[in-house]
């Protein structure tokens, strides 16, 4: 069982500092500060190429940051290298990427299953490869996870036999299954047909009540509002305006964040 | 024109000498997949590879198979070989060796377009679960790339043997040469090399109904 922890505590779990992306020439990330503490959810919105996906997969690595620095509990990642002109880089081994990968769960828009392992065996996976469990052992807390976001009766059915909303929900289940101090979800609902988001949703908001430290990429304002903590308005690579929900959605104090959450149906009036 | 009369007899009367070539055929043919397959990885490996100087080697070396003709390698590694190394192979390993090299190059794109065929995501998901390259690569990436690779695979092993002939050239008693023996002694190269194409034809066949079933058995599972 997670511990509830107040959102108030110390120092950060998870921290980017003046955190860069660049895709070839372009840019998309211009120097990204962020404090997560434990307990925390921080929705994490913007228009599309704004770069909050970038921002959230850099957060564990999917994608190496081409500048600035990112701590884990203090400590920061990467091995910085001064080379005989005086230039700094970052290097990251295997070794510690695998490390933070662990600690730091990530759901996918697109579930990224395993389409030759049943559902069981894809929450298994990490725990068996990866915490060298016993399978015994691992079987069990699969099935638990399982049973958590509502799937105990399709254990052994594979993804391809999953609607989108269940594989979702087995990609969450395998996430959790890790009990990383961090879980980011990047568009989990987006590839859903609309019938599916609620299920899915739902799963995450209990998630919240265990008082999981969350970042969610989202499209759906509504949603964010109800489930974070904190709200970040990305545009341009840049943190915009960030605030609580009731800030953002219903009080935001710049004219493009206004114009954004104007856009969107559930607060256009 | 004068009616031909066929005697397969007096070719099968040499049974012995077909069964002997049958024999040589299928040794060469799976000594070469075996080492195909083993340098197969280790080029496919390094055609991957993140260092650019092994990427090189790998490209190069697949390039060049790809553009040289099989008879060439026969002829090099049995005539040109010796000249430079003071290595002097028999005509068997000359065949394996060239064979093995060859099909070292076609298994590894074999192997590569296997692996590349399996999306991005499926690499995102075991790395972020904290897999390491070669645990996702294992568990992951290899288990489903394999489905797909068995048909490309038994295309190449089928060209391994029917391209076994060329060590006919080398004088080595594999099928082929076994046949031309026979054509001379008994003069009937119609009977004779019918028969070989039937006997090819029937190996090939057998191999392919098992790789069917194997490839059914994967996909099952």
């Known amino acids: 069982m997670s511990e509830i922890a107040p959102s108030t505590t110390d120092a950060p779990i998870l921290r980017s500092e003046n955190l860069r992306k660049s895709f070839g020439p372009i840019e998309v990330l211009k120097g990204i500060d962020l404090d997560v503490k434990r307990g925390d959810r921080i929705a994490i919105i913007g228009g599309s190429g704004s770069g909050k996906s970038t921002l959230l997969r850099c957060l564990n ?209 | 024109m004068q009616q031909y009369e066929w005697d397969f007899g007096a070719v099968l009367a040499y049974w012995p000498m077909l069964l ?18 083993v340098g197969g990885g280790l080029v496919a490996a390094m055609r991957m590879s993140r260092h650019v100087a092994l990427r090189t080697i790998g490209t190069a070396y697949i390039e060049f198979y790809r553009n040289t003709p099989g008879i060439v390698h026969f002829f090099w590694v049995y005539y040109a070989l010796p000249v430079i190394t003071n290595v002097k192979l028999g005509p068997l390993e000359a065949a394996v060796v060239a064979l093995a090299t060859q099909s070292s190059a076609f298994y590894a794109e074999v192997l590569r377009g296997g692996i590349q065929s399996i999306v991005r995501g499926q690499w995102e998901g075991a790395t972020a679960l904290g897999m390491s390259r070669a645990d996702a690569l294992r568990r992951i990436i290899v288990p489903q790339a394999a489905r797909r690779m068995v048909a490309p695979f038994v295309e190449r092993s089928f060209e391994i043997v029917k391209t076994s002939s060329l060590a006919s050239t080398l004088a080595y008693g594999e099928l082929l040469y076994q046949g031309m023996q026979i054509a001379s002694i008994t003069y009937r190269p119609l009977e004779t090399y019918s028969l070989l194409a039937l006997i090819y034809f029937a190996l090939l066949y057998v191999l392919s109904s098992l790789a069917k079933i194997l490839e059914d058995r994967l996909q099952e599972a």
């Open chain 1, 61 to 269: 690595f999917m994608e190496l940051p081409t500048g600035g620095k990112v701590f884990l509990e203090g400590e920061r990642i990467g091995t910085v290298r001064t080379a005989r002109d005086g230039s700094q880089s970052v290097t990251y081994s295997e070794r510690e990427l695998m490390s933070v990968r662990r600690r730091v769960g990530m759901v996918f828009q697109q579930f990224n299953l395993f389409p030759h392992m049943s559902s069981i065996e894809n929450v298994m996976e990490g725990l068996v490869t990866v915490m060298r469990r016993p399978k015994s052992e691992a079987r069990a807390r699969a099935a638990h996870e399982l049973e958590r976001v509502g799937l105990s009766d399709k254990l052994d059915v594979y993804p391809g036999r999953l609607s989108g909303g269940q594989q979702q929900r087995v990609a969450i289940a395998r996430a959790l299954a890790m009990d990383p101090e961090v879980l980011l979800f990047d568009e989990p609902t987006s590839s859903l047909d609309p019938e599916l988001v609620g299920e899915v949703l739902r799963t995450i908001l209990t998630l919240a009540e265990d008082g999981r430290t969350m970042l969610l990429v989202t499209h759906e304002l509504g949603f964010a509002y109800r489930f974070a903590t904190h709200v970040i308005y990305l545009y341009d690579g840049v943190v915009h305006e960030t605030g609580t929900g009731e800030q953002i959605f219903r009080n935001p104090q710049k004219e493009k964040t206004r114009a954004f959450i104007a856009r969107s149906s559930e607060f256009s009036l």
């Open chain 2, 20 to 37: 002997h070539g049958l024999w040589g055929t299928v040794a060469i043919s799976a000594l070469a997949i075996l080492f195909g397959i």
